[in-house]
């Protein structure tokens, strides 16, 4: 058995060698870089997968955040209401924006946040909740939509590891004011490159957010005209091209990930292990397959040992984060947050792994 990658990019990207290079080879000779027909066919077809009326492309998920914050016009001082467990990029958006990170304990069993802990953190600076839908898994959003709506909140999604993921049959990204997605390469739908884009239902919203990624411009044909102090944030055509010749494929890839979770589930449980969990009503696109396991370096060696790439998402909370000293958390403030990232695991769940891979997995699972 050779090593089994926790990514293999060159499985994922194999099957769309020919198409995409011959769009690039196109885009080449047109020399349509920005703003081309491949970015407005990709921007239309996302929007229609996330059930949204539009949709903007961005250089990556950490812009499709900051854009997003902006676009929703924070003031210094103001709170945003966020998860602990997530990558950095989820906060350092909130202050990169201008405004302060305040974190809100996680449910345990899916990383994400507990709604029933939301309400003790409002204040009067609270403009609104940035939640996290953590490893593709959707937060409760009958829930945060309710409390939102009570205390006039917006509601952002960073739905980065979420892409196609259901909540009550609704796609993620169509919730809130917007949704924030990363098209990282190693993602469920993954650039050749970085790149993001965010997903909204909301016309002023998303106007503003496409001005403020393109310097402030709002036509064209005005191009040295700056309406307001914008960034350079719009994706390119080339990463669209790729992504729009990936995009068909998204929904098969997700249910293939979905059977070797619920395989993975199987096993675990029979080793008394916990496997991903996600409600019945959802339908997760499952970025990566994280578990929770006792020893976790002793894990890793097991896997290692039958050849087994493993990997951590993510091994500290945000608010033990050196980035984050300034918030004056410390440990033990969210242990729900700090239980689930100790005992956090990775294993491989690439659609393009084969049976005999998956078998083995499973087989090396049953003997931890």
């Known amino acids: 058995m050779k090593n089994i990658p926790l990514f293999d990019l060159k499985k994922l990207n194999q099957p769309y060698r020919k198409k995409i290079l011959q769009s690039w080879s196109e885009i080449y000779d047109s020399n349509t870089f920005t703003g081309g027909k491949e970015t407005q066919l990709f921007e239309k077809s996302f929007a229609e997968i996330c059930g949204t009326k539009f949709a903007v492309g961005v250089q990556s998920g950490t812009d499709s955040l900051i854009v997003s914050l902006l676009a929703i016009d924070l003031k210094q001082g103001d709170e945003v209401i966020t998860t602990p467990c997530t990558f950095s990029a989820t906060t350092d958006a909130i202050i990169h924006a201008g405004a302060k990170p305040v974190f809100v304990d996680i449910n345990p069993k899916t990383g994400n946040i507990d709604p029933n802990k939301i309400v003790d953190k409002i204040t009067s600076k609270t403009k609104g909740i940035l939640l996290v839908h953590l490893y593709g898994i959707p937060c409760d959003m009958d829930e945060i939509m309710y409390i939102a709506r009570r205390n006039s909140l917006f509601v952002l999604e960073d739905a980065s590891h979420a892409h196609g993921s259901l909540y009550k049959g609704q796609p993620v990204g169509s919730f809130g004011i917007a949704g924030c997605f990363s098209l990282y390469p190693s993602k469920s739908l993954g650039a050749l490159g970085n790149a993001g884009i965010i997903t909204s239902n909301n016309k002023v919203f998303i106007e503003k957010a496409r001005i403020i990624a393109n310097h402030g411009i709002k036509n064209k044909k005005n191009k ?7 960034l350079n944030k719009l994706i390119n055509n080339l990463q669209s091209a790729a992504l729009v010749h990936k995009l068909p494929d998204l929904q098969k890839n997700i249910n293939k990930k979905l059977m070797i979770a619920e395989k993975y589930n199987l096993v675990l449980k029979q080793v008394s292990l916990s496997g991903m969990f996600w409600p019945e009503f959802t339908r997760p696109s499952l970025y990566v397959y994280a578990f929770q396991t006792k ?40 242990p729900n947050a700090e239980k689930f990232f100790k005992k956090t695991l990775s294993i491989p769940i690439s659609p393009y792994l084969t049976l005999t891979e998956v078998e083995h997995i499973m087989k090396t699972i049953s003997s931890l």
């Open 224 to 230: 040295y005209t700056h309406h307001l102090n914008g």
């Open 295 to 334: 020893n976790r370096q002793k894990t890793i060696k097991h896997f290692s040992q039958h050849k087994i790439d493993t990997g951590i998402y993510y091994p500290i909370p945000l608010h033990l984060q050196p980035s984050m000293k300034s918030l004056n958390y410390k440990k033990g403030d969210f």
